[in-house]
């Protein structure tokens, strides 16, 4: 079992509502990321989760906060948004963070298409 | 300044003929995977690749790892319409805890 679900499928939400992402994998796996994705480019990494603990963050504006409550989910609280914001945004996750295992390989769940208003 | 570099950017083609992506960069890379992404989906995962010179079938994708493990490039054989998406390839490196994403080739198969 591959399997990365992402929840909500779609969202929308206005500029000062609070709304989350949600990401559950099943793998056992101890990395899991969120990637932002606008429409035709590759995706842009946001944040990365290894064993729990927040092991990369890109720069992204606080209006995104990750939470990894276990190691099967993870969270995006979402935040007083831009339209800007609006993108498909992916969850993934792999055995190991990329520096650990040479033939290390990502599973990205569907997504969730978001539009913020 | 982007890691990978993918060529082309856009590829529109018709049904049966053969086509390769090339996916460059200047860097070492631990392994190399390749996706394909169809509209509003997540990427799938279609192979990766290991080790240098490697090369891996998948049905009518023909996938290499170059010798120095700094270039990797999918062959697709007749190509149909059912191939069309966005192909990105994605690679990890010897330090860094991420994986870094290519520029993306959007392919168009016309029946």
């Known amino acids: 079992d591959t399997e990365v679900t992402q929840t909500p499928k779609h969202l929308v939400m206005g500029m000062t509502n609070k709304k989350s992402l949600k990401c559950e994998q099943h793998?056992?796996?101890?990395?899991m990321y969120w990637y932002k994705q606008k429409a035709k480019k590759p995706p842009e990494l946001m944040f990365v989760?290894?064993?729990?603990?927040?092991?990369i963050n890109e720069s992204v504006p606080s209006r995104f906060s990750p939470e990894c409550p276990n190691s099967s989910l993870l969270n995006l609280h979402l935040h007083a948004l831009q339209p800007e914001d609006s993108a498909l945004y992916l969850c993934a996750s792999s055995q190991e963070t990329a520096l650990v295992i040479r033939n290390n390989e990502q599973f990205f769940g569907p997504g969730t298409r978001l539009t913020v208003l | 300044t982007q890691l990978l570099e993918q060529s082309p950017q856009f590829l529109s083609i018709q049904e049966g003929e053969n086509l390769t992506v090339y996916c460059n960069s200047s860097?070492?890379?631990?392994?190399l995977q390749w996706y394909r992404q169809e509209p509003g989906e997540g990427p799938v995962l279609l192979v990766t690749v290991v080790t240098g010179g490697e090369v891996k079938k998948l049905k009518r994708l023909t996938f290499q790892f170059g010798d120095a493990r700094k270039d990797s490039s999918l062959h697709i054989t007749a190509a149909q319409p059912g191939d069309t998406g966005l192909y990105l390839c994605?690679?990890?490196?010897?330090?860094?805890?991420?994986?870094?994403f290519g520029t993306g080739t959007s392919l168009t198969v016309i029946p």
């Open positions: 994605a690679g990890a490196r010897p330090t860094g805890n991420q994986f870094y």
């Open positions: 793998m056992g796996h101890r990395a």
């Open positions: 989760y290894s064993y729990e603990k927040l092991s």
């Open positions: 860097s070492v890379f631990s392994s």
